[in-house]
C-alpha cells in the first residue's frame, strides 16, 4: 500500500493530510490566526493541584495556565484478575506531580 502525506500552506493556514492505501487517515487543519497548542509538548511549573478533579493546573508561559489531567501524565493501569472484566485505573495526581515544581 501506499502512504502520502499532502500539505497545503498558505499565508493563513496550514492543512496536513496523511493517505494510505487511498483512505484518508489523518487531518489536521491549523490557522495561523488561531493557533492550536494541543499535543505540544511544553516545560512548565504546576501552579495548583486540584486532587478533586485528579487534575493540575500548570504555568507555561501562556495568559492563562494550562489543564494537566492525571490520565494525561500517566497511562491507564489495567487490572486484570483470572475471568474478571478489565478495570482501568489513574493514580492519584497528589502521587504524580507537586505545586512548584517544574
Known sequence: ???ELLVNVTPSETRVAYIDG???QEIHIEREARRGIVGNIYKGRVSRVLPGM????VDIGL???AFLHASDIM???ECVAGD???QFTVRDI???VRQGRI
Open 22 to 24: 487511498g483512505i484518508l
Open 1 to 3: 500500500m501506499t502512504a
Open 54 to 57: 485528579q487534575a493540575a493546573f
Open 75 to 77: 497511562p491507564h493501569t
Open 63 to 65: 495568559d492563562k495556565a
Open 94 to 96: 497528589s502521587e504524580l
Open 84 to 86: 474478571e472484566q478489565k
